[in-house]
């Protein structure tokens, strides 16, 4: 599954890109422009705004309207109406900032580009594949919260 997010998304964008989804998202395009490219890409539009979800919908496009007010919400609502996996697996996950791939890579290879505490702490890596992007990840405080997330959206199902 593909998805094209309008610029009111960026924060389900990121979400989505981590549990492995293709997720274009585009912050300065007009309803036009996102519509086709939607129908050009074939993805599925990811809307907050009432209006282009319906002008999508009367072009036959496939569309889903995320009016939710916290992220555990609208997860759930994706879920729901796609049937999404709401768990991590990083052999898809993709780089939340830039969408591309990311891969687990040798601990030595990060050294110098984590802070130390962070790279004597943690054993496992993983960086984006895109070279304009290369950013690092590694499952730290935050992987708690990410968990407690997901659950909390599979349970509104």
Known sequence: MRFLADGMLGNITRWLRLLGYDVKYEK????????NESRMENRILLTADVELFRLARRRGLEAVLVKEHS??????RLSRK?????TVNHERSRCPTC???????EKRLVEGKVPDGTYDRYRRFWMCT???CSKIYWRGSH???????LEKAKKMK
């Open 71 to 76: 992220t555990v919400e609208g997860l759930s």
């Open 143 to 149: 992987w708690k919260k990410i968990k407690q997330t």
């Open 82 to 86: 796609l049937n999404l996996q709401l």
């Open 130 to 132: 895109s070279a304009s």
């Open 28 to 35: 300065l395009r007009n309803d036009n422009e996102l519509l």
């Open 99 to 105: 969408g591309s791939p990311i891969m687990r890579v």
